[in-house]
């Protein structure tokens, strides 16, 4: 069993190392240009619905490098340089990128879906209602309105309130890291152990019911999370796979 505690940032791999500062780069840059020029690169980069005016398909890997507050960020970075370096050693740079990229456009793609889902759980409303959400709800929000119809209101934040965030990515390295390491012990709090592989299914589950839960008021995309969990158990698997036939091809060969 392995004790496992995160290395000193001075040793640092490649692509984790070049995360973390592009990360920071665009996170500085999001703030300055919103306080200087009014320029709002959530509403460029972060992930709109595919029936919004503001989505453009690069959202699905923009939104990755976008956050929204310190907090935010400062949580993502920790979880990416704390499974993120212990990955990547492993895999190595090429492939480590490959999983987190596509651990993170796969959760895009989950968090799409599940709004597709609820959108389509509004029930009918009338085309010209949903082309004026589509016209002028983005504008409505910017001031902080909304329009009182529930429905409307819930049609208007799916559709134009942006998707931001490297948490789908990181929640495919924490399931990576359960799945590789599943008797390593991650501290929470720097206090309390526990098994990569429990840790693995505890925030799994936490993420399954507050997305079910959708409480009003939660802005997280916990479906996102998932999303990201799915996508990379699917890569890992389809990566263990591919090399066991590999090997029983080489050991027929040799025969």
Sequence with gaps: MTD?????FTFLPVVVKNLLIINGIMFLAKFALQHQFNIDLDETFGLHYWASSLFHPYQLVTYMFMHGNFTHIFFNMFALWMFGSVLERTWGPSKFLLYYMLTGIGAGF???LVNYIRIRMLGDIPPELINEVQTRGAELLHKGLNWT???LSTLNVLYNTATVGASGSLY???LAFGMMFPNSLIYIYFAIPMRAKYFVIVFGLIELFSGLANVSGDNIAHFAHL???IFG???IKYWQYSNNNKHRHNHEIFR
Excluded at 4 to 8: D, E, F, G, L, V
Aim: aromatic share 16%.
């Design 4 to 8: 496992y505690r995160p290395q000193n």
């Design 110 to 112: 989950f968090n799409l």
């Design 227 to 229: 999303g990201g969990m």
């Design 172 to 174: 495919g390295l924490l």
């Design 233 to 235: 158990f699917i890569l």
């Design 149 to 151: 119809d529930p429905k």
